[in-house]
């Protein structure tokens, strides 16, 4: 939690972001992924001073249970004096002791972004999905709670000016604009009519911006002339080029010795490989995303 401190901004973990989307795919399955299509909205986890703060606190964690789909667990959140904004002990459950940070008792209105992160963790726990290293977890946890609808609220706890700052979860603004924006193409939902702060609305544009990116990169026939002319350069030179830094794309023999190229899927980012052989279309067999592409 940044809490007048600086913010990170940009892209620091995109490829931990990235591989979280692919990961939810693989475990979850799409049709399971789809079952996510409408995220929570702003009046089931809406909190105001007047309401109980633990009654309160309880009602939005029912909430997010639901949303998550976790109809046999229990939260039961506290408050105490710590560093973090939140924690979770999991267990085997159903019941989960959730703690929040004292700070949340003045600032109620952020407190589901808080419990968003959190309920996720025994979400993930339920699934038994972790990556490595407790950083690449936590990017995991706030990935995997954005793209499955609650992770808005943990953007629009974002706020900065001159003299104060405040910023839930691991993820950079922007890269919570980058997944934000990844699930509204995936689902054709605009997020950005719930955000309250005007500094979440510029990160998402800023994400939304960078997710296009994705959906223009060769051999994906949206990619620019720059990226085409560079991709038919490196296709006859082929095998041996890429992946590396601004190359997604890369040229391999198939056992019969024709060329080959993998490039990720811009939506799961699973790599895809297809024969080098012009126009087609390519369909991933992870998220059922179909590809125009030219080879």
């Known amino acids: 939690m940044a809490n007048d401190g600086p913010v990170e901004h940009g892209y620091p973990h995109l490829e931990t972001v990235r591989a979280a989307v692919t990961a939810l795919y693989k475990r979850l399955s799409y049709d399971t992924v789809q079952l996510f299509g409408t995220s929570v909205v702003p009046a089931d986890v809406a909190f105001c001073d007047t309401d109980d703060l633990y009654l309160g606190a309880q009602r939005v964690a029912r909430e997010l249970v639901r949303h998550y789909r976790l109809p046999d667990a229990r939260m039961v959140v506290s408050f105490r004096e710590m560093k973090q904004a939140a924690n979770v002990e999991l267990t085997a459950g159903p019941e989960y002791f959730v703690e929040l940070n004292d700070r949340f008792r003045t600032h109620r209105r952020d407190i589901g972004a808080a419990l968003a992160h959190e309920v996720m963790h025994v979400y993930l726990h339920r699934l038994d999905l972790t990556f490595p290293g ?16 609650a992770g808005w609220l943990l953007l629009d706890a974002y706020r900065e000016d001159a003299a104060s700052s405040q910023k839930l979860g691991y993820l950079t603004p922007e890269e919570f604009g980058y997944v ?60 041996g080029t890429g992946p590396g830094p601004g190359v ?4 391999s023999p198939d056992s019969g010795g024709r060329l080959r190229v993998s490039f990720p899927c811009p ?29």
């Open 180 to 239: 934000l924006a990844k699930r509204a193409l995936v689902f054709g939902e605009d997020p950005s009519v719930w955000f309250t702060s005007p500094q979440a609305y510029t990160a998402y544009v800023k994400g939304m911006t960078r997710a296009r990116q994705d959906e223009q990169q060769p051999p994906l026939t949206a990619a620019g002339w720059a990226g085409r002319r560079r991709y038919a350069r490196d296709r006859r030179h082929a095998p």
């Open 248 to 251: 997604p794309y890369a040229f």
């Open 134 to 149: 407790t950083r690449e977890n936590e990017i995991l946890t706030d990935t995997a709670a954005t793209y499955l609808g």
């Open 267 to 295: 939506t799961c980012h699973q790599r895809i490989r297809v024969p080098v052989r012009g126009r087609m279309r390519a369909r991933c067999s992870l998220c059922r995303t179909v590809l125009e592409c030219d080879t």
